[in-house]
T-cell receptor, first 112, second 114 residues
Framework: GQGVEQPDNLMSVEGTFARVNCTYS??????LSWYQQREGHAPVFLSY????GLKDSGHFSTFLSRSNGYSYLLLTELQIKDSASYLC?????????????FGIGTRVLVRP | EAAVTQSPRNKVAVTGGKVTLSCNQT?????MYWYRQDTGHGLRLIHY???????EKGDIPDGYKASRPSQENFSLILELATPSQTSVYFC?????????????FGSGTRLLVI
């Protein structure tokens, strides 16, 4: 069946890094997006990838392997304020209305 | 500044009552979406719209109706609210013509059905 899978939680240390994994199985593929959601707030768009490889956006990077149905969001030089949930969302090829299928979200906790 | 505004922010409703959640966007996006977010499920699509006058069923439409009277406004209607519809509801808008279009979300409506 179709789905987007992410781990529930991830803990890391301030100043280090965190890698949030996402695997997907959808009817075709037309791009993958990452969103950040702070507790009690709306999701905010971070990044969109559609080609294989690593996309470096400074504080965070995103990786995609379409053949493996796999992506990750890499957060570097972590700060306490990076503590949030990170949502992976996939747009299937046959997605009428440009609909996104979201994963459950990974709650990242950055500790001192 | 372009935005998506939801109202109300919080709502308590009684079982069997009618609830209307409102959403307004100033992004001039054709597409609008209603999601609910629950612990353990993430964001699930209820209804969406391609433009004024259009409403389409999402993945979990049962118990919900939607209305898109204009480009800017998209409402979610619970005709007979049930406790299982207690959730946080998010409205979003997106550009229909760009595959890489991100969604702009509203701040959410926290609904409690008692």
């Amino acid at each position: 069946g179709q789905g987007v899978e992410q781990p529930d939680n991830l803990m890391s240390v301030e100043g280090t890094f965190a890698r949030v994994n996402c695997t997907y199985s959808t009817s075709g593929f037309n791009g993958l997006s990452w969103y950040q959601q702070r507790e009690g707030h709306a999701p905010v768009f971070l990044s969109y990838v559609v080609l294989d490889g690593l996309k470096d956006s400074g504080h965070f990077s995103t990786f995609l392997s379409r053949s493996n149905g796999y992506s990750y969001l890499l957060l570097t030089e972590l700060q306490i304020k990076d503590s949030a949930s990170y949502l992976c969302a996939v747009r299937p090829t046959n997605s009428a209305g440009n609909k996104l299928t979201f994963g459950i979200g990974t709650r990242v906790l950055v500790r001192p | 500044e372009a935005a998506v505004t939801q109202s109300p922010r919080n709502k308590v409703a009684v079982t069997g009552g009618k609830v209307t959640l409102s959403c307004n966007q100033t992004n001039n996006h054709n597409n609008m979406y209603w999601y609910r977010q629950d612990t353990g499920h993430g964001l699930r699509l209820i209804h969406y719209s391609y433009g004024a006058g259009s409403t389409e069923k999402g993945d979990i439409p049962d118990g919900y109706k939607a209305s898109r009277p204009s480009q800017e406004n998209f409402s979610l209607i619970l005709e007979l609210a049930t406790p299982s519809q207690t959730s946080v509801y998010f409205c979003a808008s997106g550009d229909a013509d760009r595959a890489n279009s991100d969604y702009t979300f509203g701040s959410g409506t926290r609904l409690l059905v008692i």
